[in-house]
């Protein structure tokens, strides 16, 4: 039997509410440092389906040297809980620069994979 959506959508909801930053991480799970990083305090849209995206695009500062590969939520903006995410498709940074975060493509998704 599936999960019905309105169940699902409180639990994304109530997901949404812990998860107020979002950061960027590597292959291995790391955060960056320096370069003007940080994490970004994050808003989520309403679920629907069990899947609610970010509200709006978050921009980052990545330092030189640092590859993307993926997005965690936490509850704080450093240290926290880390709530999991989703992975990127790698995207180096040999000079640092700026990532968007686009919301279209990240959400909170409790839907079976």
Not at 6 to 29: E, K, P, Q
Not at 70 to 99: C, K, M, V
């Amino acid at each position: 039997m599936a999960i019905a959506d309105s169940l699902l959508n409180i639990g994304a909801n109530a997901m949404a509410a812990a998860v107020t930053y979002v950061a960027l991480v590597d292959a291995g799970g790391a955060e960056p440092t320096g370069g003007g990083y940080s994490r970004q305090p994050v808003a989520w849209t309403a679920a629907a389906a069990g899947r609610t995206p970010l509200a709006g695009d978050e921009t980052f500062s990545i330092p030189a040297g640092f590859t993307v590969a993926g997005w965690r939520g936490f509850t704080a903006a450093s240290g926290g809980t880390n709530h999991g995410g989703a992975d990127l498709p790698a995207e180096p940074f040999p000079n640092g620069g700026e990532y968007v975060l686009l919301a279209v493509n990240t959400a909170i998704d409790l839907n079976p994979a």
